[in-house]
């Protein structure tokens, strides 16, 4: 079992930044893979970024390429997510999500909060 506790969302005005981070506990060494994911209120979860483990490489959702950049710590099990240029369409509960070789399990986080303002 994998566990996923995310934190860093907030309050920020459009233009803003902020920093999410992502950490695994558990069972890490069966992690191949993790990535951030937002659902709006109303609206489906839809995948933000991801990152892969075997070659670091990373894919992004097309609206925010350019502006949000994820990358991990590997000594520590985490994954974080740099948003810059934030935008009020940006708002939305962002859920990290952990890919395992457990059965493909995915394993999820509760979730934090990013709110921007106009």
């Known amino acids: 079992q994998v566990h996923v506790v995310e934190s860093g969302g907030g309050l920020v005005q459009a233009g803003g930044s902020l920093r999410l981070s992502c950490v695994a506990s558990g069972r890490t060494f069966t992690i191949y893979g993790m990535g951030w994911y937002r659902q709006a209120p109303g609206r489906e979860r839809e995948f933000v970024a991801r990152?892969?483990?075997?070659?670091?490489?990373?894919e992004y959702l097309d609206s925010v390429k350019g502006r949000f950049t994820i990358s991990r710590d590997n000594a520590k099990d985490t994954v974080y997510l740099q948003m810059n240029s934030l935008k009020p369409e940006d708002t939305a509960i962002y859920y990290c999500?952990?890919?395992?070789?457990?059965?493909?399990?995915?394993?999820w986080g509760q979730g934090t909060q990013v709110t921007v303002s106009s």
């Open positions: 990152m892969l483990w075997p070659d670091s490489s990373t």
């Open positions: 999500a952990t890919h395992t070789t457990l059965g493909g399990a995915i394993y």
